[in-house]
């Protein structure tokens, strides 16, 4: 195709997507469209397919249900993977693109092997249907739709005449009512206006089934719920599917012995018309057959008078896809299907079950109604004003003065601690990470109360003690800084409690607290591991420069946290970032006498640190670099926020390392950039500087990035990428 049929067949796929295509559509017309695009014109992969690429990879990730990018429906699994081995255009920002298309293929690939349930998650139950809670009063069924290009006229030739179809779970609730519907009809909630007569007609059928103690039709609410919300009810087709959930809804009603309802796995396409049903339209049976197939539904109930065609479109695709089935059965009235034990499962209701129905039945009473609810209004009163007032749980807590006054959930005092406290600085977070905490409510041993977490000062000036109370105010534990036990040599004074953090790990029940401690006048700092029920010291880490924050990760996503200290090292300038994994800790039993590690020393390595690593300043800093922040982002990659100069918030001045750690043995610097706000404060500074010199400072860094080994400080490996 030559560049301007590529631009009137885009002009016309942008045209058909604004106008508001159902999800499927929209997935066939990006990938039509990208199945035409030439594979080898870089230019026009760039103006055109790249951005439709984008949507169908957001599209088929996102699209229910899965068996859309089946074979059997199209190309989309084919154009999935051909798009994978298209280059990314140098000038757009894609962000994780490289996960999302092979999640996407991966998706598509399920989906044609047949592994991937079609209604895996849509919330309805999967392959069992509803759990037997919510079988009571309810019916679920699955209908095939098909869905069609909303079009003008004139458009490419390319596009016309796409369909596709798919699964819609559909699901009835039915429920007595104190009032009957006016002419004796049932009543029916949750179809469009016009299209509500139609239904409460086609329920005219249950009339034939003559249940055993089942209410008047006229006693009767209907509500139904569509589990695709772009399905549309406009057509006829998903009367019997409708027809035959409302069924076994209305049957739990009954006071019969017997219980029924309609089996997982079963879809239905059929129009009622009295109490037959009669054919759908002959265009869409093929492509409702084929969505069954491919979403392996166990049964497809179809007219009687269209079996023999649904069951040669089956066969078919049996012969293409060896080891799959799909039984089709034809229905002349409903009650073929209410009689069919392979579509409605019959048993005996147990005593239990028994009792609900005539509960239900019951409720159909006025007298009953207006007396249940005023009982239940009455306990609800009486159970929410003992919550409101007695509610012990303290959820939230704040410095009045010089006391801590914790409250319940409901706003209520829970206890007031005032005895020997004196506020810390009025700056709440002194850390650059907002987790860190000088106030908290968590639960340190486990019994499923908080307990009351405070970092105070103990003479002014100083803020050297860190406590636990307990909701009714006792103290469990208190530590001070400076009667830790530390060798000899360390600093025994003026150490000040800085923040407290959180690792949600727990030893025996107890909550594992990682605090930061430091002495100002010597620009040391100490990260320590308490036991949050005792406050025993588990272990501590020490460095000459601050530690400004922690930050969780989870490395290679294998269920167990790390620990990101972002720091500054004072004796080299560089940017620090330590992280410690909380169950390699060297010796739980806190010793007065041991070393205290330092996070650039090599035996830390061995005592739960995991990594280290150290950040040069850039050349347009004055002295020294600080690692601020780090962020998790996808696989095993972290991004280091490094600020030069300690001036500025961290997106001023910064200079980004994206470090892949897949091997914390042998980590590989993917990345290293400025940020917007860096570069306009540079060329701000050096209107002159040009983009190579840019470049080049950040190759530099780059090459003075060190990571800890057992060895010493080594070079981190660069992406060759």
Known sequence: MTPRDIERLHSDLTA??????????????????????????????????????????????????ASLLAEGNGILGEVLRSVRARPIPPFRKVGDWERRIADACVRAERAERGAEADLADRGWGGEGGLSEAEWEGSG?????????????????????????????????QAEGTLRSARGGEPMVEGVPAHRRDAFVRALGALEALRLKGAPRLAKCLFRIAWGEPNASLDGRSAELGFVAAAAAAYSSLSLDTTGRRIAPGIAFTGVVEGERVIPVGEGSLDRKVEACFHARMRLLVVPKVQEEAARAVARGLEVRYPGRRLVVAGASALGDVWRDHDVVEVGRRTAGEYVSAARRRFAM??????????????FIGYAAREAYVSDPNPVSAKWEGNRVIATNRHGRFVRVIGAGLIRPDVVEVP???????????????????????????????????????DRSGRLRWVVEAETLGFPEGMPQEDLQ???????????????????????????????????????????????????????????????????????????????????IRVPELEDPEPRPSREIPALT??????????????????????????????????????????VGNGEGAIDQRCTQYWINLADLQRPILRDVQFTDSYLAIIRLIDPSIRPEELHEACERVSRGSLFLTPRGWQPIARSKA
């Not at 409690?497 to 006048?521: C, D, F, H, K, Q």
């Not at 100490?526 to 601050?546: E, M, P, Q, W």
């Not at 150290?614 to 050349?619: G, I, Q, R, Y």
Request: proline letters at 5%; one cysteine or more; aromatic letters at 8%.
């Open 16 to 65: 058909l997507l604004e106008a508001g295509q159902p999800p499927a559509i929209a997935l066939l017309l990006r990938a039509t469209f990208l199945r035409a695009l030439p594979r080898d014109d870089a230019l026009l992969w760039s103006a055109y397919g790249f951005d439709v690429a984008r949507g169908l990879v957001e599209g088929a990730l996102s699209i229910q249900p």
């Open 601 to 642: 020393e090599p035996q830390a390595l061995n005592m739960g640190l995991v990594a280290a690593f150290h950040f040069p300043a850039d050349a347009f800093s004055v002295s020294r670099a600080h690692a601020r922040e780090v962020v998790e982002e996808a696989g095993d990659v972290l991004r280091v926020c490094v």
């Open 431 to 469: 850390t650059w990470d907002p987790m860190g905490k000088r106030l908290a409510l968590w639960d340190t041993d486990g019994d499923g109360t908080n307990e009351i977490l405070v970092i105070y000062r103990s003479v002014p000036t100083r803020t050297d003690r860190m406590a636990v109370f």
């Open 140 to 172: 679920t069924v699955y209908i095939p739709v098909v869905a069609r290009l909303n079009g003008g006229k004139g458009i490419h030739p390319l596009y016309r005449d796409l369909k596709a179809a798919y699964l819609v779970p559909l699901r009835v």
């Open 497 to 579: 409690w800085l923040a407290a953090y959180s690792t949600e790990e727990r030893r025996n029940g107890s909550l594992l607290i990682i605090a930061m401690r430091r002495v100002p006048a010597r620009a040391l700092a100490f990260a320590d591991v308490i036991d949050g029920a005792t406050g025993a010291l588990i272990a501590s880490f020490r460095n000459n420069g601050h530690i400004e924050g922690m930050f969780a990760v989870d490395i290679g996503d294998d269920g167990i946290p790390e620990y990101c200290l972002s720091a500054t090292d004072n004796e080299t300038g560089m940017g620090l970032l330590g992280i």
């Open 365 to 378: 009473s006025r007298v009953f109604v207006v007396t249940t609810v005023l009982v239940l209004a009455a």
